[in-house]
T-cell receptor, first 112, second 113 residues
């Protein structure tokens, strides 16, 4: 059965810390991996990764895919209280119905 | 650019009532879907559509109906509301090929008493 597993499930850090969130997958027909941030409302898109070893960066956030290890990490440097959110990982299946397989998310709390 | 628009934002129903959650997108996306999100359960796919006139079931379709008469609209119908359907519902859309990320509506918080 295809699945996506995120770790840790929750994390509490202090402002200024650096965090690494993990996403591993077992998906038979991989097309891409996506990261989303969810605060009070809907998930908002962060990164889409299709190629192994190429880092995507946006400000203090970065992410990289390792297809050999079937995993991805999301790094956040110099965390701020506004980074507090649930971070969701999803894998896009390349089969006919192009389904997205979602992890349960990592809940990040950044304390001042 | 409106993106994905969901209505209503909040709704309280009594057990047995029916209602329709509306979803519209203006990005000409072929693929639309409905999710429910419950604590500890993540996002679970209810129904999806790969184009006008085509719909299919997701992981948790029971108690819900959908239709896709136009590319833009994808309403979700609760046939006879049950307390187990209390949840936050998200509509989403994307291109079928997966070349672009999925966009979400703001969600509907639904309570069934």
């Amino acid at each position: 059965e295809d699945k996506v597993v995120q770790s840790p499930l929750s994390l509490v850090v202090h402002e200024g810390d650096t965090v690494t969130l993990n996403c591993s997958y077992e998906v038979t027909n991989f097309r891409s991996l996506l990261w989303y941030k969810q605060e009070k409302k809907a998930p908002t898109f962060l990164f889409m990764l299709t190629s192994s070893g190429i880092e995507k960066k946006s400000g203090r956030l970065s992410s990289i895919l390792d297809k050999k290890e079937l995993s991805s990490i999301l790094n956040i440097t110099a965390t701020q209280t506004g980074d507090s959110a649930i971070y969701l990982c999803a894998v896009l299946w390349a089969g006919n119905n192009r389904k997205l397989i979602w992890g349960l998310g990592t809940s990040l709390a950044v304390n001042p | 650019n409106a993106g994905v628009t969901q209505t209503p934002k909040f709704q309280v129903l009594k057990t047995g009532q029916s209602m329709t959650l509306q979803c519209a997108q203006d990005m000409n996306h072929e693929y639309m879907s409905w999710y429910r999100q419950d604590p500890g359960m993540g996002l679970r796919l209810i129904h999806y559509s790969v184009g006008a006139g085509i719909t299919d079931q997701g992981e948790v379709p029971n108690g819900y109906n959908v239709s896709r008469s136009t590319t833009e609209d994808f309403p979700l119908r609760l046939l006879s509301a049950a307390p187990s359907q209390t949840s936050v519902y998200f509509c989403a859309s994307r291109d079928t090929g997966g070349r672009q990320p999925q966009h979400f509506g703001d969600g509907t918080r639904l309570s069934i008493l």
